[in-house]
């Protein structure tokens, strides 16, 4: 049945289903999800495969135009982006007129959404070779703004990177190199990235990827409707959340860590702690994700040699919960984010800056579903609500209220 036949069997029926629980609001060929199962899939290929064996640049080809690149498309398409990495120095200013304090997700989104007045040929695209540039400007300068946001909390010169290295790599440089400093690379370091980046990169109709549709949905524009992705994914309900995990995992560690008093206050309906990295909307199952990073962040603190007690905490409290009749009814798991956290810690990321690091990992993924948006010539997003206000009433004078 197509939409339109559907709009007339209905004849104007509006449903309701606060949070889109049951809602679907598109139809997607990019990202397979079974929630009940565990299972996740980008354009067909399995997230455990994907994270084994692919780049995070070869998966955002995929993830963007369907396919898994050939190597001479992976060429150009690395090529095209390394020639779009400049970013216009006067976005530098806007930069400087933020207090050191200000949270890296706000930065980021106001700079991306800064980058639409010095790309104006980048704001609207319909054809297929204007959406491309617009692409590729997004992927070249989005890791450099990232790296901005980082070195403007720490006092730090701005890195421009150097194009001799691959996108992940000339990532960390830009966040890392010390000034005056040969820049070394680490490849347990940089594997890690890439495996973080590629678990992060699509989700199908997520908070933050919805919003990108939606405000696509407008015409507003691919940088636009990323700039709202960026502050939808930015709520600790949704990317947030991994800052808050270590954030929590910090508390209770301090607290002495006494992990079945925190289960105890998640399952206390009067108390409004939740376990952070627990629970998700879709999974009922483990998240596949959370399987992945729970090995790696073992791997890489130990290939590291660091010896982090939040790791000990973060298993001691899963392993509480999972055995938790609270959280077995309610089929709450662990989620992606609880344990990228401890991984990034190891990388030496800034806590303020995992949710960036997930913003970069989510932009193939928002880029790809802006895409099919506009590809499908979707209509604009238009939900309908209820109305549970106040019937006709008179205006009072204000000397009669
Ligand atoms: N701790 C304690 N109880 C929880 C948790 C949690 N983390 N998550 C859900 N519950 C409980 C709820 O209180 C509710 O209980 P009830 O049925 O007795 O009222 C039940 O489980 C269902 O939870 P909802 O909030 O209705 O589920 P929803 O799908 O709306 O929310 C969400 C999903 C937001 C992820 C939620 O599980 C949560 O807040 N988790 C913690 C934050 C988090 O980790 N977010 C990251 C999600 S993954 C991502 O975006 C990358």
């Not at 007339?8 to 139809?27: A, Q, R, W, Y």
């Not at 590629?198 to 524009?221: F, K």
């Not at 895409?371 to 549970?388: A, F, H, N, S, V």
């Amino acid at each position: 049945i197509d939409i339109k036949t559907l709009r007339g069997v209905t004849g104007g029926v509006t449903t309701i289903d606060p949070g889109f629980k049951n809602t679907g609001s598109c139809e997607s060929a990019i990202t397979f999800l079974d929630g009940e199962k565990g299972i996740l899939r980008y354009r067909g290929y399995s997230i455990e495969e994907l994270a084994e064996k692919a780049d995070f640049l070869e998966v955002a080809y995929l993830l963007i135009f369907g396919e898994l690149p050939t190597a001479e498309q992976l060429d150009k398409f690395d090529k095209d982006i390394k020639e779009e990495s400049h970013v216009d120095e006067d976005m530098k200013k806007i930069l400087d007129g933020f207090p050191k304090s200000a949270h890296p997700m706000g930065v980021l989104s106001s700079l991306t959404s800064a980058l639409i007045a010095f790309n104006p040929g980048s704001v609207d695209v319909d054809s297929e070779e204007a959406m491309y540039n617009a692409i590729v400007k997004i992927m070249a300068k989005f890791p450099v703004l990232a790296a901005w946001t980082m070195r403007k909390r720490k006092s730090l010169p701005l890195d421009y990177g150097d194009n001799s290295l691959s996108y992940v790599e000339n990532l960390h440089k830009m966040m890392f190199a010390k000034p005056n400093k040969a820049y070394e690379l680490n490849k347990i370091v940089i594997d890690a990235l890439d495996k973080l980046l590629i678990l992060h990169a699509d989700h199908e109709q997520n908070c933050s990827t919805s919003t990108v549709r939606i405000v696509g949905s407008s015409h507003a524009g691919l940088f636009a409707s990323l700039s709202a992705g960026i502050s939808a994914l930015w709520g600790p309900l949704h990317g947030g959340a991994n800052q808050a995990v270590i954030e929590m995992l910090e508390a209770i560690k301090e607290d002495g860590g006494d992990t079945a008093k925190y289960i105890q206050k998640a399952k206390d309906k009067e108390d409004p702690f939740r376990l952070m990295g627990f629970g998700h909307r879709v999974y009922k199952n483990f998240d596949p994700r959370a399987k992945i990073i729970k090995k790696s962040a073992e791997e890489v603190l130990g290939d590291l040699g660091i010896e982090d007690p939040v790791l000990d905490i973060a298993k001691g409290l899963s392993q509480v919960a999972l055995e938790d009749e609270y959280f077995v009814k309610r089929k709450l798991y662990p989620n992606v984010d609880f344990y990228s956290g401890i991984i990034y810690r190891a990388l030496g990321i800034p806590t303020e800056m995992f949710t960036v690091m997930f913003a970069l990992g989510r932009l193939p993924g928002w880029i790809s579903q802006w895409r099919e948006m506009r590809l499908r010539k979707e209509p604009i997003g238009r939900p309908r609500q209820i109305y549970t206000g106040e019937n006709l009433r008179s205006f009072k004078d204000i000397a009669d209220r």
